[in-house]
């Protein structure tokens, strides 16, 4: 059994949360890596439980440190896989990142024995912006932004290993606990 990087993409609001919850919960065994950003903590976010909350100036010291294994920027703010959490991590069991396309793919790059990528997406897209709006967290121009966002995410889910749409959130629990069974095997 060899332990993996577990790479889960899908846009804001598609209910990866719930998954990667569920996921952690039922296995011991695979840990979350939680990445740095530039960006205020939302409401109800806590620091080093969905984020690390750094200043711009940390972050940019932390990237000549080489201390991330992939960062990237998103709607004006940074966010960053911390390395040494994750190869640390990778010796004894399997590590979870909850990140976008550009950085999987990174990912991907830089750990091509280890990653595997899981895309969830909408069952549609009027579906997600329904979700969205009943988030209530952000504006209208940075909902559009998102929306804008989602599209170019979901064009790139060829490059993916595996791509789930999540109409039954229950059957998607499944169904990537199936891959992680899998590819640990491989
Ligand atoms: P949000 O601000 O909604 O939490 O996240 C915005 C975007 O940043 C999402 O697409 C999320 O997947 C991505 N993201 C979160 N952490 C990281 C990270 O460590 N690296 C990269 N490349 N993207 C991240």
Not at 41 to 58: A, D, L, M, V, W
Not at 144 to 165: G, I, W
């Amino acid at each position: 059994m060899r332990n993996i990087l577990l790479v889960l993409s899908g846009p804001s609001g598609v209910g990866k949360g719930t998954i990667v919850n569920y996921l952690l919960e039922e296995d011991k065994n695979l840990v979350k890596s939680v990445s740095c950003t530039t960006r205020a903590p939302r409401e109800g976010e806590q620091n080093g439980r969905e984020y690390f909350f750094i200043s711009g100036q940390e972050f940019q010291n932390r990237i000549l440190e080489n201390d991330f294994l992939e960062y990237d920027e998103h709607f004006g703010n940074f966010y960053g896989t911390p390395r040494s959490f994750v190869e640390r991590q990778l010796k004894e069991r399997s590590v979870l990142l909850e990140i976008d396309v550009v950085g999987a793919l990174n990912a991907k790059r830089l750990m091509p024995e280890r990653a595997v990528l899981v895309m969830v997406t909408p069952p549609s897209m009027e579906e997600l912006e329904k979700r969205l709006s009943g988030r209530g967290s952000e504006t209208e121009e940075e909902r559009e932004s998102r929306l804008r966002r989602v599209r170019y995410e979901l064009e790139q889910a060829h490059l993916y290993d595996y791509v789930l749409v999540n109409d039954d959130s229950r059957l998607t629990k499944a169904k990537i606990q199936e891959i992680i069974r899998k590819e640990k095997e491989k």
